[in-house]
């Protein structure tokens, strides 16, 4: 019976030297020059240098590995209207890897000073070139500045008719218009002009386009107008004056476009 109160002491003992032990081991982690940063690698960036990125996150090299905060430097690197995702590692023993995704700018808007570039969720991204290969849009509203979203019903619609066509037909694209009655046309780089009508079916308004472009070839195409999918009209010019009734227009399926008749005379679009 008299030893039994030794036990207690015995774990206080062993709990205060686990302490005092990880006590010693956090001060040594924490300060020794073993763990001192000396480099930050990013991946993932294709716009951003490697020094913008490491400059927003504000981690400073030579700082001790474990006494910077993970969550406030990606706050600050996410910060950048150009990065969409962000998530940083420590790799040890003295480096911090930093992996992002970027926004793809998907389009042009026109905005405070020239032309910005947006990515499919309407994130302005930056303001770039009036050259920059990509479709520009209006009738959707003005660019925010870098880091604001644009969100309109005209946007929106925009980005769903670009989702209908293949990369190739994008890249073929100068502009999309949406008209204040939400009737939505388009532009070719060689100036040729898409009717879509109401932003509907428009999948299937794609498809006839990219059947319509293969089957046209290098003959002059004045319009598209796909606003009936099922009844796509197309009108021809050779030299600046309409086909006449010898070569009349014919459609993807090789009869003649909705609006000519066999005769060949005018379409009734004009």
Same mark, same amino acid.
């Not at 030297?17 to 006590?23: G, K, V």
């Not at 979203?149 to 925009?158: K, M, P, Q, V």
């Not at 989702?163 to 890249?171: A, K």
């Given at each position: 019976m008299v030893g039994k109160p030794e036990k207690p002491l015995k774990n206080s003992f062993e709990r205060i030297c686990i302490l005092l032990l990880l006590l010693f081991t956090g001060f040594v982690l924490l300060n020794s020059s073993f763990?001192?940063?000396?480099?930050?690698?990013?991946?993932?960036?294709?716009?951003?240098?490697?020094e913008e990125i490491t400059r927003a996150s504000g981690i400073p090299v030579g700082e001790n590995i474990f006494r910077i905060n993970l969550r406030d430097a990606a706050a600050r690197v996410k910060a950048i209207p150009a990065v969409k995702e962000v998530s940083l590692a420590r790799r040890f023993p003295a480096r911090v890897e930093i992996m992002l995704i970027e926004r793809e700018a998907m389009v042009l808007v026109s905005g405070r000073g020239g032309f910005y570039g947006l990515d499919g969720g309407g994130v302005c991204i930056r303001k770039v070139d009036a050259a920059a290969p990509l479709p520009i849009l209006t009738g959707v509203g003005v660019a925010p500045p870098p880091g604001g979203?644009?969100?309109?019903?005209?946007?929106?619609?925009?980005?769903?008719?670009?989702?209908?066509?293949?990369?190739d037909l994008i890249s073929g694209l100068a502009e999309i218009h949406i008209s204040p009655f939400g009737l939505v046309e388009a532009y070719t780089t060689e100036g040729v002009k898409i009717r879509f009508g109401r932003p509907e079916e428009l999948t299937e308004k794609g498809r006839t386009l990219c059947g319509i472009l293969n089957q046209v070839e290098d003959r002059k195409v004045v319009y598209i107008d796909l606003s009936v999918?099922?009844? @796509?009209? &197309?009108?021809? #010019?050779?030299?600046?004056?309409?086909?006449?009734? +010898?070569? @009349?227009? &014919?459609?993807? #399926?090789?009869?003649?476009?909705?609006?000519?008749? +066999?005769?060949?005379? &005018?379409?009734?679009?004009?």
């Amino acid at each position: 019976m008299v030893g039994k109160p030794e036990k207690p002491l015995k774990n206080s003992f062993e709990r205060i030297c686990i302490l005092l032990l990880l006590l010693f081991t956090g001060f040594v982690l924490l300060n020794s020059s073993f763990f001192c940063i000396d480099g930050i690698t990013v991946t993932g960036n294709k716009s951003l240098t490697p020094e913008e990125i490491t400059r927003a996150s504000g981690i400073p090299v030579g700082e001790n590995i474990f006494r910077i905060n993970l969550r406030d430097a990606a706050a600050r690197v996410k910060a950048i209207p150009a990065v969409k995702e962000v998530s940083l590692a420590r790799r040890f023993p003295a480096r911090v890897e930093i992996m992002l995704i970027e926004r793809e700018a998907m389009v042009l808007v026109s905005g405070r000073g020239g032309f910005y570039g947006l990515d499919g969720g309407g994130v302005c991204i930056r303001k770039v070139d009036a050259a920059a290969p990509l479709p520009i849009l209006t009738g959707v509203g003005v660019a925010p500045p870098p880091g604001g979203e644009l969100d309109t019903e005209e946007f929106r619609i925009a980005v769903e008719v670009l989702g209908s066509l293949d990369g190739d037909l994008i890249s073929g694209l100068a502009e999309i218009h949406i008209s204040p009655f939400g009737l939505v046309e388009a532009y070719t780089t060689e100036g040729v002009k898409i009717r879509f009508g109401r932003p509907e079916e428009l999948t299937e308004k794609g498809r006839t386009l990219c059947g319509i472009l293969n089957q046209v070839e290098d003959r002059k195409v004045v319009y598209i107008d796909l606003s009936v999918s099922k009844r @796509p009209v &197309v009108k021809f #010019a050779v030299q600046g004056v309409y086909e006449s009734a +010898d070569n @009349p227009p &014919v459609d993807v #399926a090789g009869s003649p476009f909705p609006g000519f008749d +066999d005769g060949g005379a &005018v379409p009734v679009i004009p």
